[in-house]
């Protein structure tokens, strides 16, 4: 089945579109619109979309030879953040941050590369979105480590305006994954 551009609809149309589908077909109109959770909140009347939604989901922080972090300026709000996103429906954490990772930066990890740093979630993991959205993300931080990547040869999605590796404690003032740094410099100092 072919699908418009989401910003191509109309939120009635969209609605009409969503009650058609069968659960296959949900699934696979989630990997157009950025997953499942995204799609929902699209499918939201546009009386209710201010409620405050919970969205599960993976960042990876991605460790170069110098220990420095490979970050992502987004282009939806012009904000330095990790790789991640929302977890697909039936997808395991693991793989959402390695398929993160890959759509973001071009790198491609296999689940059992990654360590877990720890799962975040609470006041601090609240987002908001340029259409008014407000999610409180729960979101398991994993560790990967690169050799020998050329930052200059890394490709990112859509949503990628360019990528750089960072100090961590260096990182730019314009951040949004601030919380996930700081569990990763626990990490690494051993609490």
């Known amino acids: 089945m072919e699908f418009k ?20 077909e949900l699934l696979n109109l989630s990997k157009n619109y950025g997953g499942y959770p995204v799609l929902f909140r699209m499918a939201l009347d546009d009386r209710i979309s201010h409620i405050p939604f919970i969205q599960t989901g993976a960042a990876i922080i991605i460790e170069n030879d110098n220990k420095e972090i490979l970050l992502q300026e987004r282009t939806d709000r012009n904000k330095w953040g990790l790789p991640g996103g929302c977890q697909d429906l039936g997808e395991d954490l693991r793989e959402t941050a390695v398929r993160e990772a890959y759509e973001e930066t071009g790198l491609k990890f296999e689940p059992s590369d990654l360590i877990l740093i720890d799962t975040l979630s609470g006041n601090s993991r609240k987002n908001s979105y340029p259409n008014g959205d407000i999610v409180y993300n729960n979101t398991s931080l994993y560790l990967a480590k690169v050799s020998n990547v050329n930052v200059n040869d890394l490709k990112g999605d859509s949503e990628t305006k360019r990528l750089k590796f960072f100090n961590p404690n260096e990182v730019p003032e314009n951040l949004m994954d601030a919380d996930l740094i700081k569990s990763y410099i626990s990490y690494l100092n051993g609490k």
Do not use: A, D, G, I
């Open 5 to 24: 551009k989401m910003r191509e609809y109309t939120h009635e149309e969209f609605v009409n579109l969503v009650l058609s589908l069968n659960e296959e």
